[in-house]
């Protein structure tokens, strides 16, 4: 019914094989020395958050990843429902593939500039994103990673980009306006 830790450093450095090796997968709720975590500010020392660490955790409403992170692993927060805000720092250079994938509370993203990939299906899934700000050192916009996204209404594509994968904003519905940099070289499917 509950997981219950006590570093969140230490949990953060797990890299779970699957979302069923993680028991947030069936218990949905993370507990930090008993108190429930809502507002997850990881601390300084961490430098990278694993493939699914927090995968399934439905009670998470908002997130600070600070300066010190690096990466953000895959599924690191696949299917987190409750999030509504996401605070990315200026030194993840990568989101990994489906890490927001299903976070349907999340309405706006800002993209630091030190990221520069974007994985597949990052932010997939999340119909009730209606901004995105993405930061000028981005390169790649992976597939389907803003895929089903239908309240995004526009987006503005920076000059550092040079690929922008398959199905990218595949049924974005509510998409009225494009701005794309003069680097774009591939668009896929």
């Known amino acids: ?43 300084n020392s961490v430098t990278s958050i694993g493939n699914y660490a927090f995968s399934g955790c439905n009670s998470l409403t908002s997130v ?30 990568c989101i990994g593939e489906n890490s927001f994938y299903c976070c349907t509370g999340l309405t706006f993203i800002e993209i630091p500039n030190s990221v520069i990939n974007i994985e597949r299906l990052a932010f997939c899934a999340c ?15 992976g597939s389907e990673s803003f ?22 904003f595949y049924c974005c519905y509510s998409l009225t306006t494009i701005t794309m940099g003069n680097s774009v070289t591939s668009i896929g499917d």
């Open 64 to 93: 600070t990843i600070p300066n010190s992170v690096l990466s953000i692993g895959s599924y690191a927060f696949y299917k987190c429902t409750g999030l509504t805000s996401v605070t990315i720092g200026n030194s993840v250079t």
């Open 147 to 168: 895929k089903y996204c239908t309240g995004l209404k526009s987006i503005e594509i920076p000059n550092s980009v040079t690929s922008i994968g398959y199905q990218a």
């Open 1 to 43: 019914k509950k997981v219950n830790i006590s570093d969140i450093d230490a949990w953060c450095n797990i890299n779970f094989s699957n979302s069923s090796s993680n028991p947030l997968n069936y218990a949905n709720h993370l507990y930090l020395n008993d108190s429930e975590i809502t507002d997850l500010r990881i601390t």
């Open 127 to 141: 119909p009730g994103l209606t901004s995105v700000t993405f930061g000028n050192n981005l390169d790649y916009i």
